[in-house]
């Protein structure tokens, strides 16, 4: 695969993910107040818990991406960030924004 494809790739994936995280926001945002039952009320903040955790994940995920996208620019993509070595392209073709190599990963 080659660069421009990985890098188109990428972006892809950060509009899908933008467009996830902002769905979600807006579901945080008009979330009325917790119902006065407190089975329900358990329910409620359970579902907020899975949504907040899903928003976290999606920015780390955004960051990563962005993270991704200017090593492309600067001509380190596919480069471990700690030891400098190649990546695996396997590893690049399953996880397009790693950064690491599998050794420095674990
Ligand atoms: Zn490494």
């Known amino acids: 695969m080659n660069i421009n494809e990985i890098k188109l790739k990428l972006v892809e994936q950060k509009e899908q993910i933008e ?5 979600i926001s807006h579901d945080l945002n008009r979330t009325e107040p917790l119902s006065q039952d407190f089975s329900e009320q ?3 903040q359970e579902n907020l818990d899975v949504l907040h955790a899903l928003e976290s994940e999606g920015k780390i995920e955004l960051n990563l991406i962005n993270r991704a996208l200017l090593r492309i620019e600067s001509g380190e993509y596919g480069l471990c960030s700690d030891c400098g070595i190649e990546i695996n392209p396997a590893r690049i073709d399953a996880l397009p924004y790693a950064t690491k190599c599998i050794n420095c990963a674990e």
């Open 19 to 23: 467009r996830r995280v902002s769905a």
């Open 42 to 44: 358990a329910t409620e």
